[in-house]
């Protein structure tokens, strides 16, 4: 089992910065690969960023590639979400998750947080 708890939303102008923490518990966390989501009001769900279990392979999606990096420290049980550049069409819930192999599909998470609000003005 797997919680995890999201934290460092806010609001932000463009073109600033946000950093996104994931702190999660469980003894097999260092083996998940760890995801970022996000969801805006009436839109689906999608899939932002992951990073494997070892840190050493990431996958970002095209529309933040560049700006947003993904990263883990499994010594603190936590990942996060580095967000420069920000762009109001960033602005959304943004979710960590937590699954056995990599996917940027929702389904293929199995353990998800309650998220955290990223809201971007101008």
């Known amino acids: 089992q797997v919680q995890l708890v999201e934290s460092g939303g806010g609001l932000v102008q463009a073109g600033g910065s946000l950093r996104l923490s994931c702190a999660a518990s469980?003894?097999?966390?260092?083996?998940?690969?760890m995801g970022w989501f996000r969801q805006a009001p009436g839109r689906e769900r999608e899939f932002v960023a992951a990073i494997n279990w070892s840190g050493g392979s990431t996958y970002y999606a095209d529309s933040v590639k560049g700006r947003f990096t993904i990263s883990r420290d499994n010594a603190k049980n936590t990942v996060y979400l580095q967000m420069n550049s920000l762009k109001p069409e960033d602005t959304a819930v943004y979710y960590c998750a937590a699954a056995l192999r990599y996917s940027d599909y929702e389904g293929g998470y199995n353990y998800w947080g309650q998220g955290t609000q990223v809201s971007v003005s101008s």
């Open positions: 469980g003894r097999t966390f260092i083996r998940y690969v």
